[in-house]
């Protein structure tokens, strides 16, 4: 019996007694098909990187349906007879680019490429589900929503969505390539694979019962079958399957085993709708997705629309299209799943039909359902029905609500609601109200208030007192997080639904009745000004990124993506779970050796000749494995080697590590146990920033001062798409090659070759591309490749590893955590005297890049002028995972430090943040004092400038008038707009080049740099285009398409350095200049000799027959002074936060960013978005959390959140400023990687700004008198900590206040 299906056209037929029914179509696709377009990110569903197009064909429709599934969680067996189309089934490099892979490149929607390929297919697919319709705008912006991207910001992404919808005026869209007016429209019928006719002749049933998958076409076959499986002497276990997406959220079902796997999707009753007089009957099997086209179909019954709608918030199209409506209750039911399905249905009133081996059929209430014994696992959910509501006699109400982090779902609720009320003359007849996800066993109904309601007309009082009676029903069990935020979201649902049916005693006179009416999240909007700098053409011109359209292909090849060579084998790390304890031993549970395992290779594998180096840097030398005692939780103890990387993942999690912590210390887990046991680690003078003025006398100067006030600071993590990777081989003469994905290969050579004892030159490290670094893959590359070679060193083998997402979160780390305590004095203008801060930064077990820390965070710091400055800082060794230098790295927190600074100064005189700012911003005499050289000439310093240009081009004024007006007439949404200005110091440093021309006239470039995504390869080859160009002969304006720049090699360029710090684009450009003026002097003087116009190609041919040295390399070392320059940028956001919920969103966006004259203004555009969204995340969503003891608690997409497109400013403008020359930068170019990072923080300070005004607002109705409006809005500032600053009981004390005033 054969599994038939295709891929890409290409026609699969497996022996199903070869398959191991676990394995996953992601799994399949990458390890045994050509087609490696699908990435591998999460795992679990949470990130888009693996969809595929999945096409079935229905014979009695004669029709093929198309949808996007995610292929990490769906089993391979389950695409039996279907056809499975990837991105470069779409189009590719060979066949032609499809116009979706073509937009994606035209509008600079790809950085690092890696989430591209599955952005691709789900527009693709958004538009097949359009095609008999039109695709609009609305369609447009959620057909990728539940895909994420960690580089661009998501705003071109959605600009290439929105160019193939109807409603679209091509003037609106971002900035593109293409010409306006000439874009095609979607052709379904264009692309390079269609449904295969073979599979249509293939449709045979498989066969129930040999083997371990089987799929039964009858409820009595399944019986049967189940009957059998149950009466087997051995009680074989079986497994269920309908989508097996909740393998996403249970992971450990994965390494499971199954005696059966029994496939239910064929069995006509569970996969069938059906409407009666009085409801509908939903099958078991039936897909999310279908489920809501149907509720929407059925337009008589409104209730169903917002079922509907809610149900659109359940995770991501790519998993409603595959999970189905059964597979959901199930989980609710059997685990306790957070489910949004199992409350809205309890609200409509839905029951259940199952059918029990032991008890046959039965109908339950969804209720009974819920609440009885988990399910057997030989009991089958046949269908579920929801009744019709709109037959009562009553007028009905019904509502659903959710609270979570991203408002278009993605991402579990906080707490989920769904009320259904009847309703007569404003009384309530009866009602069912229902809350679920808040930490509760499962989706419950608040029946004391159900009854207390009921038969009552609406007020004040009458809702206060359900409200009281709810708070003894919603409450979460203990130890689940945020318990008290989401205990507070049920009053707040619960007043928004019936606060209609409020009977008023008195008329409002001051219109504190209304209630804002809940708006939908407004379009994505934006607006891009890019000045174009023809002076180098083609350098300065917004060329298309380098590769984009293979990105979105998925040809470019990624680390993971090299074919495995011969014999080759996987690596999983085993980490530590202690902080600080003795390694006694490694072992398995059940002390077997789990499936496919070789080896376990340690520290004891370490070639004698060389030693047990992970990481080899200027600053010193770090342990690749612990050796007696770990050192923090989450260090590499060891790298368990298996045949396949499933193997070797399960075989991790299943190690059991025996520690002992007898006569050892207490680890130090904080940055306070650290100063107190002097574990710190040197700061070496020279990197020690350097203190400005006298802050003593600055002090006494003040009027005012603001003493020993504290600041904490937590990390974040890098969420580069594609995780931690390499794959060594063994060569000759005890020789290593290392694929690397990584940002250093030059220190990634050195640790391999001194941890494996061998000379530098047998030790070669290639690195093509990264899909995402963002500095996470600068150190904390180094140990991975390491042990990977010291895998392949001891077992002479090929041996990579691809950090499964857990593992990546848990052992890499992120940015520093710190506390800082200052004392600051200013008059009582606001100008501010002087500043003095004490920094305690947690730079974990070892000391990695921390000592950079420091002066970064002075170097932002010192945006204002603080009068006198001074600090002292504090690099605590603690026993907490070794943190990473994360773009922007001491930067983003330099910045923050200061805004709470300037807040907290705003606060205290009870003045704007705005004019504190301005008072504080430098003129150039300040600023030349506080950065010295580093300010350069007077005409460089454009901030104070760019911060009025902004104001007036944002309308920053006449909006903050708008927002207080806004204020004082809404009481349950608040407010905030911000400026805010940033410097960013940058160095540059030496970078090598080398540039060679082949014999048909066609250019190789190598450079020192990596391409991360930042767009180093477009830059480069505009640079040897400009460079070379200055020949002027005939073909040179056309030859940026002959240069080609190739992957980094260590032995072929050395001195690569590392790619970090902003400054390598344009570093590498200036080598390739100087290789190119090497090769314009070597060729001047055959064009001279040809005494006419000379063709390039000619040119290089004579070069060619004169033996005249085509290649040449340089080293590009900075100017001794400065090698700094400052960078500078102005924002302006508006935020709208909803107290009830706590949830702020970004309305607007202004920015203004200097990129002197940009290289390439598309590139410096995608930088300045992407990394104001990432530091978006960091303002306002990420949480890094740990326990007490270090270990990582948010490891995975469901608990760590980084920005979706539903989280970006609703309207996002990008002006880039075009600051004239700067003779000493590279062709008067900035940097646009890191620096506008920090301008997310005008989004942070914006909702400050609205929480302050939520807190005026709560202290009035409690009568609370005192101005002082002095708090901290933590980061990130998450919808549980908004809340709680706006008030947990804002209902409450809203509600008591209006019955006093009434
Ligand atoms: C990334 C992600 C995000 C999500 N977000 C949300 C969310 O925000 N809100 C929400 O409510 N849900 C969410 N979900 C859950 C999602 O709705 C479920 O995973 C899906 O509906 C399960 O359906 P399935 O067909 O894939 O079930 P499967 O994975 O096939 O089955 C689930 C379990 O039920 C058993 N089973 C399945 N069908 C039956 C049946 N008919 N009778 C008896 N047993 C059965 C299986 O044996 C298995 O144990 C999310 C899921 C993912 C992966
Ligand atoms: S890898 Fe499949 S959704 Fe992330
Ligand atoms: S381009 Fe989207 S993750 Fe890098």
Known sequence: MSLVFAINGQRFELSLSSVDPSTTLLEFLRYQSPFKSVKLSCGEGGCGACVVLLSRYDPVLQNVEDFTVSSCLTLLCSINHCSITTSEGLGNSRDGFHTIQNRFSGFHASQCGFCTPGMSVSLFSALLDSSSSEFTVLEAEKAVSGNLCRCTGYRPIVDACKSFAADVDIEDLGFNSFCKNSLPPFDSEKRVCSFPEFLKDEMKSIDSGMHPWCSPGSVEELQRLLGACKANRDGLSVKLVAGNTSTGYYKDERDRHYDKYVDITRIPEMKEIRENQNGVEIGAVVTISKVIAALIEIRVEKLFGKLAAHMEKIAARFIRNFGSIGGNLVMAQRKQFPSDMATILLAAGASVNIMSLSRGLEKVTLEQFLQGPPLEDYDLVLTIEIPFWHHQSYEFLFETYRAAPRPNGSALAYLNAAFLAQVKDRMVINCRLAFGA??????????EVEEFLSGKLITDNVLSEAITLLGKSVVPQEGTSNLAYRSSLAPGFLFKFFHSLIITEKP???GYYHLDQPKPLPMLSSSQHVPINDEYFPVGEPVTKSGASLQASGEAVYVDDIPAPANCLYGAFIYSTKPYAKVKGISFKENSVPDGVLAVISYKDVPKAGQNIGLKFSFGTEPLFAE????????????????????????????VVEYETEDLEPPILSVEDAVKKSSLFEIYPFLYPQQVGDTSKGMSEADHRILSSEIRLGSQYFFYMETQTALAVPDEDNSIVVYSSCQTPQYVHSSVAACLGIPENKVRIITRRVGGGFGGKAVKAMPVATACAVAANKLQRPVRTYVNRKTDMIMTGGRHPMKITY???????????ALELEILIDAGATLGLSMLIPSNIIGALKKYNWGALSFDFKLCKTNLLSKAIMRAPG????????????????????????????????????????????????????????????GVSSNFEERVSIVREFNESNIWRKRGISRVPIIYPVSMFATPGRVSVLSDGTVVVEVGGIELGQGLWTKVKQMAGYALGLLQCDGTEELVDKIRVVQSDTLSM???????????????????????ETLVKRLKPLIEKSGGPISWNNLISQAYAQSVNLSASDLYTPEETPTQYLNYGVAVSEVDVDLVTG???????????????????AVDLGQIEGAFVQGLGFFMLEEYITDSEGLVLTDSTWTYKIPTVDTIPRQFNVEILNSGRHEKRV???????????????????????????????????KGVNDSELMFQLPVPATMPVVKELCGLDIVESYLEWKSSVN
């Open 823 to 833: 004392s600051v004095g200013f008059k009582s203008t606001g100008k501010i005297t």
């Open 438 to 447: 808040y930490g509760t066993k499962h989706a419950i109904r608040c029946k």
């Open 891 to 950: 930067d983003v927190q330099g910045t923050y430090i200061a805004e709470a600074i300037i807040e907290n100064v705003a606060s205290s005189l009870s003045l704007e943040a705005d004019t504190i700012r301005k008072i504080n911003l430098h003129t150039y005499e300040s600023l030349a004092l506080f950065y010295k050289d580093g300010a350069g000439e007077p005409h460089e310093y454009t901030l104070s400038s760019m911060w009025d240009k902004l």
């Open 628 to 655: 007696d005692i770990t050192l923090h939780v989450g260090q590499c103890i060891a790298l368990v080697v298996a045949d396949t990387q499933r193997h070797a993942d399960t075989a991790a999690n299943l190690a």
């Open 1054 to 1076: 050395v001195q690569g350095n590392f790619t970090g710090g902003s400054t390598t684009s344009e570093g590498s450009c200036a080598a390739v200049r100087l290789c190119c």
């Open 1143 to 1161: 949830h702020t969103t970004v309305l607007q966006t202004d920015i203004l960013y200097d990129s002197g004259k940009s290289l390439n203004p």
């Open 1227 to 1261: 062709l008067s170019s900035k940097a646009s990687g890191e620096p506008p990072l920090l301008l997310a923080a005008s989004v942070h300070c914006a909702t400050r700004e609205a929480v302050k005004e939520a807190r005026k607002q709560l202290r009035m109705w």
């Open 508 to 510: 409002s006179s001051n």
